[in-house]
């Protein structure tokens, strides 16, 4: 990783609006219609930090990844700004029974606050289980993985986990000026750990330069009948203060992002 990059990333500045309590009397699980259709469109206020954008995203046919055919989602654009749109552009989504699965490369957009530059290749990861219980982790296991990078001549090894839960059943959800009915959101973290070594009085020492911790969490909100109508993506890191001295970034950092549905066409 070049030293730009990663600066970049840590300089820069990368889900929770409730409106009644967990487990309501909403949707079920098994009713809950989740709109994959070609042609389907959604457009989407992004609010970062103050920064204000939009990004239009469409399904725009059928794609085949290891067999298994997806519909894909992209952009009207080349990129999108919010983590939800750009999570999915160029991507392949599956309904399986309840759940929702990815395959693709796991886009960052632009902006987002992560302590690291991660390409996360996924496989049939689950995304959206309308039948999972509050926390419910969807996927059998994590996607897990590690990097070896060396950054103003520190050896960098990152080690990295991305998981997604279940998350609160609502019978009405309100925003953006809109109450929807028979909500469902679902939560995606990624968890990070980063350490480095130096050398003390001629012995080498390995120190944790990142200790592990979620930088990234998102959580959208999805709609029956519709999609996803709000997501809100957390992303902060706390750095060991040397290091943070030594690549010239604040030892801590914290931004919120905010995506608004505001028109939509379901087919």
């Not at 929770?16 to 469109?41: A, K, M, Q, R, V």
């Not at 001549?153 to 279940?166: E, M, R």
């Amino acid at each position: 990783m070049k030293k730009s990059i990663l600066l970049t990333i840590l300089c820069s500045s990368i889900l929770f609006l409730s409106c009644s309590s967990d487990d309501e009397n909403g949707n079920n699980g098994t009713n809950f219609e989740i709109p994959l259709n070609n042609n389907n469109y959604w457009t989407y206020d992004v609010d970062s930090e103050g920064t204000l954008s939009r990004d239009s995203l469409y399904i725009s046919g059928d794609v085949v990844f290891n067999t298994k055919t997806y519909k894909k989602f992209q952009t009207r654009d080349d990129v999108a700004t919010g983590f939800y749109s750009s999570s999915l552009r160029n991507n392949g989504v599956r309904k399986s029974d309840s759940k929702l699965l990815l395959s693709g490369d796991l886009s960052l957009a632009p902006g987002q606050n992560l302590p690291i530059n991660l390409d996360l290749s996924l496989d049939d990861f689950v995304i959206f289980n309308s039948n999972a219980s509050n926390n419910q982790a969807l996927n059998s296991s994590a996607v897990t993985g590690s990097i070896n990078e060396t950054v103003n001549g520190y050896p960098l090894t990152i080690n990295y986990s991305l998981q997604s839960y279940g998350g609160e059943t609502l019978s009405t959800f309100a925003t953006n000026g809109v109450t929807y009915s028979n909500v469902k959101s679902t939560k995606i973290k990624l968890n990070v750990s980063i350490t480095t070594v130096i050398t003390v009085l001629g012995s080498p020492q390995t120190i944790t330069a990142l200790a592990a911790q979620d930088v990234l969490v998102s959580t959208q909100y999805l709609a029956d009948g519709i999609g996803v109508v709000y997501t809100n993506t957390v992303s902060s890191y706390n750095i060991n203060s040397f290091i943070a001295d030594e690549f010239g970034v604040p030892p801590t950092n914290t931004q919120t992002q905010e995506e608004f549905l505001d028109t939509y066409i379901i087919n």
